[in-house]
């Protein structure tokens, strides 16, 4: 696999929006969050560089994605809260875990809270 390749398969392919009433709304994370930018084609979204911070609580990766159609650069940040439940009946079982993701554009302006992953 490549490099490119590689950033691709670190990034959820979908996140879910919580809707009050309605439950959970999935959308797709493979589109430009730029503003006045309508691209969904996975292929003109280029994941081009990774960083990664970790502490005790939280993993978070930033991944930078430039989009050819509108030609910016926009990063996902996906942060993963770490054991947020043990399950008290299988104690080899994993911990439970919840991403949350964000858009920011190239100097690191938060655009908004996407969804969960
Ligand atoms: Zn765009």
């Given at each position: 696999?490549?490099?490119?390749?590689?950033?691709?398969?670190?990034?959820?392919?979908?996140?879910?929006?919580?809707?009050?009433?309605?439950?959970?709304?999935?959308?797709?994370?493979?589109?430009?969050?730029?503003?006045?930018c309508d691209n969904q084609d996975v292929n003109l979204l280029e994941p081009f560089k990774k960083e990664e911070f970790e502490d005790d609580k939280k993993i978070?990766?930033?991944?930078?994605?430039r989009c050819k159609k509108c030609n910016r650069t926009f990063i996902l940040k996906l942060e993963t809260i770490k054991k947020v439940a043990y399950s008290t009946q299988k104690k080899d079982e994993e911990p439970l875990s919840m991403g949350i993701v964000y858009a920011?554009?190239?100097?690191?302006?938060?655009?908004?809270?996407?969804?969960?992953?």
């Amino acid at each position: 696999m490549s490099e490119k390749q590689d950033l691709r398969s670190e990034i959820p392919t979908h996140a879910y929006i919580s809707l009050a009433r309605r439950g959970m709304e999935k959308i797709s994370l493979d589109q430009c969050f730029l503003k006045d930018c309508d691209n969904q084609d996975v292929n003109l979204l280029e994941p081009f560089k990774k960083e990664e911070f970790e502490d005790d609580k939280k993993i978070i990766k930033k991944i930078s994605i430039r989009c050819k159609k509108c030609n910016r650069t926009f990063i996902l940040k996906l942060e993963t809260i770490k054991k947020v439940a043990y399950s008290t009946q299988k104690k080899d079982e994993e911990p439970l875990s919840m991403g949350i993701v964000y858009a920011l554009d190239d100097k690191d302006h938060n655009l908004g809270h996407i969804g969960y992953f």
